[in-house]
C-alpha cells in the first residue's frame, strides 16, 4: 500500500481535531519585523500615556475591573 501524502496526513490530522469539536482559526498580527513597526508601537505608548495622563479615572476604573475578575479566581 502506497503512503499517504502529506496532504492527506494534514487533512486526516485535520479531521481528527474537527471530530473532537475543534475548528480552525487564521489570525493576522503585525509584523514585528516590518520597518517602521517600533516607532509606531512608540506612538502608540504616547498616545496611551497621554490618555492616561488626562483621565486617570479611566486607568482606575481598568485597574478595578481587573481586581474584580483576579478575585473571582479560576472562572475559565
Do not use: Y
Not at 12 to 23: D, F, I, Y
Not at 40 to 63: G, I, K, Y
Amino acid at each position: 500500500m502506497a503512503q499517504p501524502t502529506s496532504n492527506e496526513r494534514v487533512q486526516k490530522h485535520r479531521a481528527g481535531l474537527r471530530a473532537q469539536g475543534l475548528r480552525p482559526v487564521q489570525i493576522w498580527v503585525p509584523d514585528t519585523r516590518a520597518k517602521g513597526f517600533a516607532e509606531e508601537c512608540a506612538r502608540q505608548v504616547a498616545l496611551a500615556a497621554a490618555a492616561d495622563r488626562a483621565a486617570p479615572e479611566t486607568l482606575d476604573f481598568a485597574e478595578a475591573a481587573a481586581s474584580d475578575v483576579a478575585e473571582l479566581g479560576d472562572w475559565t
